[in-house]
């Protein structure tokens, strides 16, 4: 089974940028979907984007697409989150999540979808 391990969090201010990685480890990466999560404080986490095994599809929430951006190196078993014009909203602990598919060109969307997690890192964006 694959370990994920997410770091980049951090302090920003709105309108800058911060990159999120998600290195893993224990599994063949390039068999796993993947995916970014957020949980805002007082709030249910809720899916950012996804990204297919083979990095070939993405997906993203109606609320980041067009800031954020998900790319995956899978000869370095991470995947990455590009967050730009970050907004305070933004404001939330961030998970990465796996979820085997080997051949699959597959994003997914859901919670429930994903088996694997990572701890999570902070992002505070000021105003």
């Known amino acids: 089974q694959v370990q994920l391990v997410e770091s980049g969090g951090g302090l920003a201010q709105a309108g800058g940028s911060l990159t999120l990685s998600c290195a893993a480890s224990?599994?063949?990466?390039?068999?796993?979907?993947t995916g970014w999560f957020r949980r805002a404080p007082g709030q249910e986490r809720e899916i950012v984007g996804g990204?297919?095994?083979?990095?070939?599809?993405?997906e993203y929430a109606e609320s980041v697409k067009g800031r954020f951006a998900i790319s995956r190196d899978n000869a370095k078993n991470t995947m990455y989150l590009q967050m730009n014009a970050l907004k305070p909203e933004d404001t939330a602990v961030y998970y990465c999540?796996?979820?085997?598919?080997?051949?699959?060109?597959?994003?997914?969307?859901?919670?429930?979808?994903?088996?694997?997690w990572g701890q999570g890192t902070q992002v505070t964006v000021s105003s």
């Open positions: 999540a796996a979820r085997f598919t080997p051949y699959s060109h597959r994003t997914y969307f859901t919670n429930a979808d994903y088996t694997y």
């Open positions: 990204i297919s095994a083979h990095g070939g599809s993405t």
């Open positions: 224990g599994g063949a990466f390039r068999n796993y979907a």
